[in-house]
C-alpha cells in the first residue's frame, strides 16, 4: 500500500513546452548562448590565421564567409535542428539521452558517449573563459567617460577573472530571477547581431554569392588561402552551440527550438556577412592592421554604438557561459543516473528539475576556467583548445545518431549514408582542430582526458567487480527472514539495536547484496526488534513523498520504498520515525516501549544505521590492471559523497563497517601439521 509522508508542500506544475511567444523567447536565453556569441572571434580567427588584416584577398574573405554559411547550415541545422531533435528520450535531449536510447543494440556504444560526454564537460570549462575574456577584451583602449579603465591585458584577465568568479558563487543560490532575463537580453543581442551586419551587407549585395557553396568548397585550394584545409579548424567555432542546442531540449521543448532558430540563424548570418563586407572595404587600412587585438566584430560596429555593443556581447557572453556551468550540472547529474561517475551532492535551489546545482561540479568548473585564463592569457590562444573539444563530441554525436535511425527503421539511404555524410564532414572538422593541438588543442585533451579516465574506472570497475565477485551476489530476504526472525527472538545474544537499518536496493524479488547477510549473521550477529532494508527512488516531481512497507508476513522484517520528489531532503532518520509510528498505529509491528527515554510516553526504540564499506581483500586473485582499477574506484568512493551525506544521516547513530571484496577465484592455503619438537631435542 502506498502511503504519504507528510502532506505539506505543493506539486510543482510541469512546465508547458509548446509553441508559444514566452516558449520561444525562454529558448533565447536558454539555448543559443554559446552559438550567439561565436561572431565574437570566429572572423578574428580567420584573418588572424591567414596573415592580418593586411593578406586577406576579398575572394579569401567570400569563402570563408561561405564556409561559415555552409557549416552552419549544415551541421546546425541539418544534423542537430532537423535531425537529432528528433531523437529525444521522453522530451530530453543530449548526448547521454541518445545513449540511452540506443544502448541495447550494442555493448561498446557506451565508448562514444563517455568519450563525448567527457568532451563536452572540457567545453563547458572552456566556454566562460573564451566567451568573457573576447567580451572584455573589446573594452581594452575604449575611453568611457573620458577615462581608459582597460589599459593592458593583464587589466582584461583580472576582469575577465572576476566576472567568471562572481558567475560561479551565484551559482549555490539558483539563477531563476537571473534567467527570466536571459531570453529579453538574448533577443536584443542577437537583434543587434542582425541589424549591424544589415548596415554593412547592403552596401555589397555581391557578398550574397556566398550561399554559393562552390566559393566554401573553392576557398579550401585557393592560393589565397594560406591555411589550406586547416581554415576549418577557425570555421568549426561557429557551430559550437549546435551540441548544446540538442543537450538543452529538455528545458525548452523542440517545437520553441524549431520555432526560435530561424530568426536565430538569420541574424548570425547577416552578421558573418556584414563582418566579411566590413573587412572587404577595410583591408587595406594600416592603423587597423597596427592593432595587437583587432577584432573585426568591435571595429565594425559605429563608434557611437560601440560602447553598447560591448556591453551586450559582455552579457551575452556571461549568459552563454551560465547556459554551459547549467548544462554541465545536467550532464553530470545524467551520468551518475547512467552509472558513469559516483554520487555527488546534488542541490535543487528552484521547483523546476532541470535547474540544479552540484557544488563539487561547480568548484571544478570555476577552478579550471581560471587556470585556462592564466594560461593562456589570451582569447586568441584560447581558440586553440575550444574547437577539438566539441568535434569530439559531434563525432560521437553522431555515430549514437546512426544506431538510432537503424532503431527506427528508417530508410536504407537515412540511416547509412547520411551519418557517413556528417561523420566525413566531422572527421575534417576534427582533424583541422587537431592541428592546433600544440598551440591551445592539448589542453582540451587534458581535460577530457583525466573525465573520461574517471568514468572510465567507474563503469569498467564496476564490470569488474561484477564479472569476478563471489561473495557480492545478491540473495533473498525470503530465503533469509526466517533466520532474521529467529536472531530477532534470541535472547542468547544481547540486543545490538531495536531497529537495524540497512540502505540497500532490494528487487521487486526481495534481493538484496549478500554482504548485508554477512553483517547481520556472520561477523558478530546483531540481534535487534526490526530489521529495515530501505531504498530511496528519486522522482521527477519535485514534492513528491510517498512510501511503500512490506513485512513479508513478519513482525521483524520490513522492505520500505521511499519515493521522494527531487527537492525534498534525504533525511532518512526522520522520514523512518513516521514510517514506523503508522506500522505501529496499524499494528504491523508491535510498539517499542521505552523504558529509558527522556520523552514520555516514547513508544519507538532507538535507530542504528550501518553503512557497509567494501575494502578490496588481500585474497583478491585477479589481474593486475583489474585490481588497480578496482582500487581506483574505491578510492573515488571515498572522495566523493559518502553515504551518510547522501541520505542526510550525519547526525544518526551510524556504524560504519568494512566488509572484505574477494574477487576471483578463492584460494585456499593447505597447511601440513608438524609434530611439535622434543624437548630433549
Known sequence: MMRKIKA???????????????????????????????????????????????????????????LIF?????????????????????GEGGI?????????????????????????????????????????????????????????????VLVTVIIISLLFLVQRFGTDIIGKAFGPIMLVWFTFLGVVGLLYTVQDLSILKALNPYYAIAILFSPDNYDGIFILGSVFLATTGAEALYSDMGHVGRDNIYGSWPYVKICLVLNYFGQAVWLINNRGNANLAKLNDFNPFFEMVPGSWRLFAILIATMAAIIASQALISGSYTLVAEAM????????????????????????????????????IWHFQTSAAMEGAYGLAITVTM?????????YLMLRKVPWFVAQIVPAFFLVIEAIFFISSAAKFLHGGYMTALIATVILLVMFIWQYGKQVQDRNSFRSEQASLLAYKSKLEALAEDKNYPTYATNLVYMTEVTEEHFIPKTIFYS??????????????????????????????????????????????FRIEQRINVLLRQVVADMMADGEIPRQPQKYTSIPNRQVGDWTFVLLNEELSPETQIKAWD?????????????????????GLEYADIVQENVPLVLGKETTVKLTRMEPPSKNA
Open 70 to 90: 555552409w557549416t552552419v547550415t549544415l551541421i546546425t541545422t541539418v544534423k542537430y535542428v532537423l535531425i537529432a531533435l528528433r531523437a529525444d528520450n521522453n
Open 337 to 372: 543516473k547512467l552509472k558513469f561517475l559516483p554520487r555527488l551532492h546534488i542541490i535543487y535551489p528552484t521547483d523546476v528539475k532541470g535547474q540544479l546545482y552540484i557544488p563539487t561540479v561547480n568548484a571544478i568548473l570555476w577552478g579550471m576556467c581560471l587556470i585556462i
Open 395 to 403: 563525432l560521437m554525436t553522431t555515430l549514437l545518431l546512426h544506431q
Open 96 to 156: 547521454f539521452a541518445l545513449y540511452t536510447l540506443v544502448r541495447r543494440r550494442a555493448k561498446w556504444l557506451v565508448f562514444p558517449a563517455m568519450i563525448g560526454g567527457a568532451a563536452l564537460l572540457a567545453d563547458g570549462m572552456l566556454t566562460p573563459a573564451v566567451t568573457v575574456t573576447t567580451a572584455i577584451e573589446g573594452l581594452k583602449g575604449v575611453m568611457i567617460g573620458g577615462e581608459t579603465f582597460i589599459r593592458s591585458q593583464n587589466t582584461v
Open 627 to 647: 585490481k588497480l582499477i578496482i582500487q581506483a574506484r574505491i578510492f573515488l568512493k571515498h572522495i566523493t559523497e559518502t553515504p551518510a551525506q547522501w541520505f
Open 520 to 565: 547481520i549473521l556472520d561477523k558478530r550477529p546483531k540481534r535487534a526488534q526490526v530489521y529495515w532494508m530501505v531504498t530511496v527512488n528519486v522522482t521527477d516531481e519535485p514534492y513528491t513523498k510517498t512510501y511503500t512497507a512490506d513485512t513479508m508476513g513478519t513482525d521483524n522484517v520490513v522492505n520500505v520504498q521511499f519515493y521522494l520528489g
Open 8 to 66: 505539506t508542500g505543493s506539486e510543482a506544475k510541469s512546465r508547458r513546452k509548446k509553441l508559444s511567444p514566452a516558449g520561444i523567447l525562454i529558448s533565447l536565453g536558454v539555448v543559443y548562448g554559446d552559438i550567439g556569441t561565436s561572431p565574437l572571434y570566429v572572423m578574428k580567427s580567420i584573418v588572424a590565421n591567414n596573415g592580418g588584416l593586411t593578406q586577406v584577398r576579398p575572394d579569401f574573405i567570400l569563402g570563408a564567409v561561405s
